[in-house]
């Protein structure tokens, strides 16, 4: 079946770090691939998204690039701040928007210290 | 933009007895709902899906005589865990779809122990 394999957490950075938290899904055909984020005491907010090969999610700061190829979907920031501290969760579904089933990866915790 | 609310945040109950979680979505239609269970480090795992109106569809393992749910309104599922057990503690979270951008919104969680 389906699944997504998120890099093992914590990742703890300094200010103005860059990251880069790893994402790979096996999936048959062609999935949506997220980012959502948890922040401390709040629900998954979706980050970005992506809906196929080659397309680039980005947001905040964050981007994503779907690639089927290797069927990844790191996401990258150039420099974090304290106030992207939070869980960070990689999904996948077969579902153009979300409305679907989503299958996420086990989060990644960034914490990013000043 | 869109917002879940989840209640109680945070429930402890005796074995035996049953707990109710409330899902609302406070500013749209939820024409569906879901509802997940997260265990420590893992991922979220989908427990069912619900559409207003009519029975939820339950994943391959949860059993649905034990996790009742109902999804009686555009705005309100509820999930109750009956004869709770130990083994029945974990953090649930309930997100909802129906909103104009098609995506699913996500309730901040309610994390049940059972002692």
């Known amino acids: 079946g389906d699944s997504v394999t998120q890099m093992e957490g914590p990742v703890t950075l300094s200010e103005e770090a860059f990251l880069t938290i790893n994402c790979t899904y096996t999936?048959?055909?062609?999935?949506?691939l997220f980012w959502y984020v948890q922040y401390p005491g709040e629900g998954l907010q979706l980050l970005l998204k992506?809906?196929?090969?080659?397309d680039k999610g980005s947001n905040k700061g964050f981007e994503a690039t779907y690639r089927k190829e290797t069927t990844s979907f790191h996401l990258e920031k150039g420099s974090v701040q304290v106030s992207d501290s939070a869980v960070y969760f990689c999904?996948?579904?077969?579902?153009?928007?979300?409305?679907?089933?989503?299958?996420f990866g086990k989060g990644t915790k960034l914490s990013v210290k000043p | 933009g869109a917002v879940v609310s989840q209640h109680p945040s945070w429930v402890i109950c005796k074995s035996g007895t049953s707990v109710k979680i409330e899902c609302r979505s406070l500013?749209?239609?939820?024409?569906?709902m879901f509802w997940y269970r997260q265990f420590p480090k893992q991922s979220l795992m989908l427990m069912a899906t619900?559409?207003?109106?009519?029975?939820?569809?339950?994943e391959q393992g949860v059993e649905k005589d034990k996790f009742l749910i109902n999804h009686a309104s555009l705005t309100l599922s509820t999930l109750t865990v009956t004869s709770a057990h130990p083994e029945d503690s974990s953090f649930y979270i309930c997100?909802?779809?129906?909103?104009?951008?098609?995506?699913?919104?996500f309730g901040p969680g309610t994390r049940l122990t059972v002692t």
């Open positions: 997100s909802a779809g129906g909103g104009a951008s098609y995506e699913q919104y």
């Open positions: 999936a048959t055909g062609y999935p949506s």
């Open positions: 992506a809906t196929k090969a080659d």
């Open positions: 999904a996948l579904t077969h579902y153009g928007g979300s409305q679907g089933n989503l299958i």
């Open positions: 500013d749209f239609q939820a024409t569906t």
């Open positions: 619900s559409n207003e109106g009519s029975k939820a569809t339950y």
